[in-house]
């Protein structure tokens, strides 16, 4: 069984340039998720999906991320334009069902973001 | 606000050894409770899982317990070996406030060899 598909894996640019990261994940997982790793933390969930839908975005930064999942299967997640605080590894996961209801989280193995 | 600790943040032990990872967190009131792997440079994999209303999961030479009431979960790593050496997260889903799986930082386990 194929994994979470995530690229690019690794990714350099210059604040306030613009990036996309995209995410393929497990063939059938209804919900996927977008989070932030910053060296030495433990993920944080910037948004999460149920099919095509939006069930949480509350830690998304709006004025500057944006994330779309189209048709219910892979997604992209932007951020416009980059500060330097966004340097982090950005990991997608899915799982077939919400984490509440007991579904293991798969997850990729993340992009990272260097922001220079 | 849910808040997920784990203690020791970083641990080196000898070959063989069992060991202890904790984690707590601040609201009891969760769904369930898992356990991640993530190697260098890698995403995370899922050890195992603990419902709210379990006690304990075991999976090989791991074995996780959870004390709801406490705020508690430890993981328990039987006969370390060298390959066991990565950074060790808890994560907990609340059943209030939304869906978010909230993540501790880790432990960072080296086994020496």
């Known amino acids: 069984e194929a994994g979470v598909a995530q690229s690019p894996r690794y990714k350099i640019i210059e604040k306030r340039q613009s990036v996309a990261f995209w995410c393929n994940p497990i063939s059938g997982h209804a919900t996927l998720y977008w989070y932030q790793q910053i060296l030495g933390q433990g993920p944080k969930l910037l948004i999460q999906f149920q099919n095509n839908g939006v069930v949480d975005d509350s830690q998304l930064p709006k004025d500057r991320f944006s994330a779309e999942r189209l048709k219910g299967v892979d997604s992209t997640l932007k951020i416009q334009p980059a500060k330097l605080e966004d340097s982090a590894v950005y990991l997608c996961?899915?799982?077939?069902?919400?984490?509440?209801?007991?579904?293991?989280?798969?997850f990729g193995e993340g992009s990272w973001l260097t922001v220079v | 606000k849910q808040e997920v600790t784990q203690i020791p943040a970083a641990l080196s032990v000898p070959e063989g050894e069992n060991l202890v990872l904790n984690c707590s967190f601040t609201d009891s009131a969760i769904y369930n409770l898992q356990w991640f792997r993530q190697d260098p440079g890698k995403g995370l994999t899922s050890l195992l899982l603990i419902q709210s209303s379990q006690r304990e999961q075991t999976s090989g030479r791991l074995n996780a317990s959870l004390d709801k009431s406490s705020g508690r979960s430890t993981l328990y790593i039987a006969a370390s070996q060298p390959g066991d050496s990565a950074t060790y997260l808890c994560?907990?889903?609340?059943?209030?406030?939304?869906?978010?799986?909230?993540f501790g930082a880790g432990t960072r386990l080296f086994v020496k060899a």
């Open positions: 996961a899915s799982s077939l069902g919400q984490s509440i209801s007991g579904n293991t989280i798969y």
């Open positions: 994560a907990v889903s609340p059943n209030t406030g939304g869906f978010k799986t909230i």
